[in-house]
C-alpha cells in the first residue's frame, strides 16, 4: 500500500470517473487502474462497482477511502510540522477567502507575500463561509480568511482587524443631505442587499433593526441576484435604493462615487476579519506571519481620506 494509491483512490471517489480522476492526479487512466487494482487485491475487497455508470462505492471502499483520507492527512501534517520546527515558510499553502475580502485584501497584500517568502506559494480561493469550513474540515484548504466570529468547534480564529462599515447614498435617496446616519435611520425597503450566501448580507441584517422594527419582510422590491458590490453601486447610482460596503471597498471606488459614501454615527458597525483553520493545523508559523503582513498593510487604511472626507478609523486586532 502506498500513499500514491490512497491519493488515486480520492480522486476517484471524488469524481466518480476514472478518466476525469487520472487527469485531476495528472496521470493516465490506465496506470491509475492498474495501481487502484493492486491496492484492491492487495486488501482483498473491491473499492469501487465499476458496474454502474457514474461508478459507486462499496460499503468496504468506504471505509478504505475514510481512512485514506485521515492517513493523507496525517502524512501531510508530518510535512508541515518539519517545515514549522525549521522556521521556515516554504511549500504551497492553499487559503480560502471569502468573495467580500478577496477584492480587496488579496491584492494589498500579495505581492509583499512574494517577496518576504519567495519559497513559498500561495493558492487563493474563493469560498463562501459555509464552503470554506467544509474545505478545512476535508483538508482542501490549508486557511482561510472570513468573516467571524463563527463559533465552529473544529475552527480556531485569529482575529486580523474590525472593518466598519460604511453607506453608499446616491443623490435623491431619503438620507442623500444628511452628513452622516446611524443605524436606526436604515431601512430595508430601501436597501440593495447581496445575494443570500454571503455573509456580509447578514452583517448589514445585523445592524438594520430590522427584526425589533417588524422589517424582516419589507425587502426592497428589488430582487438581485449578485455578489458583486460594483452592480449594488450601479443599481444605487440609478434610483433603486441605497447600499452598504466594507471601509477597504469604499477606498477602492473612483472619486466621482466616493462622494456618495456617508459614515455612520458612533458606534460605528464593524465587521471582524480574521484567519481561520481547523484545530488540527500544524502550520501556525504561516498564522503568524500572514497576520503580521496583512496588519502592517491595513495599518496604513486607517485614516483613508477622498473629497476632503475622513473615513472611519479601521481597528487591528493584536
Known amino acids: 500500500m502506498t500513499l500514491i494509491q490512497l491519493e488515486y483512490v480520492l480522486a476517484v471517489a471524488e469524481s466518480k470517473n476514472f478518466t476525469l480522476a ?50 493523507l492527512s496525517e502524512a501531510k501534517r508530518m510535512s508541515h510540522m518539519i517545515g514549522d520546527l525549521r522556521d521556515s515558510l516554504e511549500g504551497e499553502f492553499v487559503i480560502g477567502v471569502i468573495p467580500t475580502v478577496l477584492p480587496t485584501l488579496i491584492p494589498m497584500f500579495y505581492k509583499n507575500f512574494k517577496t518576504q517568502f519567495p519559497n513559498a506559494s500561495l493558492s487563493i480561493k474563493e469560498l463562501k463561509t459555509e464552503e470554506m469550513l467544509e474545505a478545512l474540515a476535508d483538508d482542501k484548504i490549508d486557511f482561510g480568511i472570513a468573516v467571524t ?19 453608499f447614498v446616491p443623490p435623491g435617496n431619503r438620507l442623500s443631505d444628511q452628513d452622516e446616519i446611524s443605524e436606526t435611520d436604515l431601512e430595508l425597503k430601501d436597501l440593495l442587499l447581496l445575494e443570500e450566501g454571503h455573509c456580509f448580507r447578514n452583517n448589514v441584517l445585523s445592524i438594520c433593526n430590522i427584526f425589533n422594527n417588524g422589517q424582516a419582510d419589507k425587502l426592497n422590491s428589488l430582487a438581485v441576484d449578485s455578489g458583486s458590490f460594483h452592480t449594488l453601486i450601479k443599481l444605487a447610482k440609478d434610483g433603486f435604493g441605497m447600499t452598504i460596503l466594507p471601509l477597504l471597498q469604499a477606498e477602492e471606488l473612483k472619486e466621482e462615487d466616493q462622494k456618495y459614501i456617508k459614515n455612520f454615527k458612533e458606534p460605528v458597525p464593524t465587521r471582524e476579519v480574521s484567519i481561520i483553520y481547523h484545530s488540527t493545523q500544524l502550520r501556525l508559523k504561516f498564522v503568524e506571519e500572514m497576520q503580521s503582513l496583512i496588519q502592517s498593510l491595513v495599518r496604513g487604511k486607517i485614516f483613508l481620506e477622498s473629497n476632503h472626507k475622513t473615513f472611519p478609523k479601521l481597528k487591528l486586532n493584536k
Do not use: C, W
Not at 23 to 49: C, G, W, Y
Not at 54 to 70: L, M
Open 22 to 71: 487520472a487527469e485531476k492526479v495528472f496521470v493516465t487512466q490506465p496506470t491509475l487502474s492498474m495501481q487502484i487494482q493492486k491496492l484492491e487485491k492487495e486488501l482483498d475487497i473491491e473499492i469501487f462497482d465499476r458496474s454502474t455508470h457514474p461508478i459507486k462505492i462499496t460499503a468496504v471502499g468506504q471505509k478504505v477511502i475514510d481512512q485514506a483520507k485521515t492517513i
Open 149 to 167: 466570529p463563527l463559533n465552529h468547534d473544529d475552527i480556531i480564529e485569529m482575529p486580523l482587524y474590525h472593518e466598519p462599515m460604511v453607506a
